[in-house]
């Protein structure tokens, strides 16, 4: 098979311990796009944030950001936005939260409650930063794209995520990029439908594309492709879910980089 298009997931699956590109990485992405493989970065982080690695990669390709809800093209135009309702989210923002972190993006922006400076450890490179409000429903303006809700405790989230499941599961998309962090976007919105409308548009199959991720909120997109990797590190219940799909070694040792190598490098030598 020759494979026309590579889409990465960022934390945990290309970026490193350190939430940098190595530069093994950046190798062979950069020798595979001068080949004519396209490279997606697909994340739940926000746009912003995305577009510095793309330019930091030299990449003219779309961006999937906030899992799926928002979608710009080479050119930078956003060609898909799908925002939470107003009404759901308030709803939402109204459910006793305990100590959980409350979070919201919107379309360049994110919004904080309380100002958790060991966040910004996963946005260093980019230079991205949270606004703190005192309430997030101040920016319930038909904007917001992603709420989520972090916790240290991984059965806080769980029991959360049991909350939200039994009263909107039929409203919102619910999902784990973490097992600390939990996500709340539009209904139908994830990675995997995103990627779907985007290859569609630039005439690449689905079987012609290989994927990469490490988290819950990876797995419609890793269930859609032609040939998905999840990575060692990935999320327990993710490794279990797709325990058939094979493993690609952990982000922290160049994992993605190791894979594309064996796909493209052999692929150039047959």
Partial sequence: MKYKAVVCDMDGTLLNGEHRVSDRSRKIIKHITEKGVKVFLASGRPYPDIQY????????????????????????????????????LSKILALPFGNLHRNLYTRDSWYVEIALQELL???????????????LEEKNDGNATK??????????????????????????????????????????VNKGRAIQDTMKQ??????????????????????LVGSPFVMSNGSPRLLEALSDVPKAPKNTEDGVAQILEEIFLTEERE
């Fill in 53 to 88: 690695f793309k330019e930091s990669l030299g990449l003219n390709s779309y961006i999937i950001s906030s899992n799926g809800a928002v979608v710009h093209d080479e050119k930078e135009k956003e060609i898909m936005y799908y925002s939470l309702e107003k009404e759901i």
């Fill in 147 to 188: 709420l989520f809700y972090l916790d240290e405790s991984e059965k806080n989230i769980l029991d959360f995520e049991e909350i939200l499941k039994e009263e909107f599961q039929d409203q919102v998309s619910i999902t784990l990029s973490t097992p600390n962090c939990l996500e709340i976007m539009k209904k139908g």
């Fill in 121 to 135: 450890q996963f946005h260093k490179e980019s230079g991205f930063a949270f606004q703190q409000i005192s309430n």
């Fill in 202 to 223: 630039l005439g690449i199959a689905l079987e012609e594309v290989v994927a990469f991720g490490d988290g819950l909120n990876d797995y419609e997109m890793l269930s």
